[in-house]
């Protein structure tokens, strides 16, 4: 009965690789997001769909493109990785996107290790 | 440009005792603000809000405060626990945002 489950939990990958994370809410949510967070813990946006609609993108390199296939899925393909792109990857959801201050529920994350 | 940023990277105190875990913004037109806990391994978890026309908002051993005077936000832990141990993080968020902005982190370590 996981709310938020990604996959999957670790990945390990060469430079130039090309790779997906998959995300799944069970909660009904309309809004979904996925967050970097780095090795210093620091965690930011990247972006975020509401009804399959892309509402936040952030300054990412276009390397990083979200798909969403229908409201419970957000899936984040990474091109050609980089050893940059080594960090831990979360995906969120809440029922509706701020400013209405919906609650985020965040999986369990991905870690990424590019060598 | 915003940041939201903490005093303390580390805070160690003893079981029992209260933990306050403290936090700076400064965006004055930030409205909401959020504490997380994340532990070792785990995603971050919600652990209370605030509005900023409250300035106090209580929770099950924990409560908030918010000073929008000096842009200052706190977590206070009661009888901290071995459980509370994780990293606490601060976000706030702009009403005309959609975006959530985390703040760096405090690790709280409980002693036994």
């Known amino acids: 009965d996981t709310a938020v489950s990604q996959t999957p939990k670790y990945l390990v990958t060469q430079m130039g690789n090309d790779k997906s994370i998959k995300c799944e809410q069970n909660?009904?949510?309309?809004?979904m997001y996925w967050y970097k967070q780095d090795s210093k813990k620091f965690l930011k946006i990247m972006f975020s769909?509401?009804?399959?609609?892309?509402?936040i993108n952030e300054t990412v390199p276009n390397r990083f493109s979200p798909k969403s296939p229908d409201k419970a899925h957000l899936n984040l393909h990474i091109n050609s990785l980089e050893l940059g792109d080594s960090a831990v990857y979360f995906c969120a959801s809440s029922q509706d996107p701020l400013p209405q201050g919906e609650t985020q529920y965040f999986g369990p994350g991905t870690r990424l290790l590019v060598l | 440009g915003e940041s939201v940023g903490l005093h303390l990277p580390t805070l160690s105190v003893q079981e029992g005792d209260n933990s306050i875990i403290n936090c700076a913004y400064s965006n004055s037109a930030s409205d909401y603000f959020i504490w997380y806990k994340q532990e070792s391994g785990k995603g971050p978890q919600f652990i209370i809000d605030i509005r900023s026309n409250m300035d106090k908002r209580q929770g099950q051993r924990v409560t908030v405060l918010l000073n929008k005077t000096v842009k200052h936000l706190s977590l206070q832990i009661a009888a901290t626990q071995p459980g509370d141990s994780a990293v606490y993080f601060c976000?706030?968020?702009?009403?005309?945002?959609?975006?959530?902005?985390f703040g760096s982190g405090t690790r709280l370590l409980v002693r036994p």
């Open positions: 769909y509401n009804n399959k609609e892309l509402i």
């Open positions: 976000a706030e968020n702009k009403g005309s945002s959609y975006k959530l902005i």
């Open positions: 909660l009904g949510h309309d809004t």
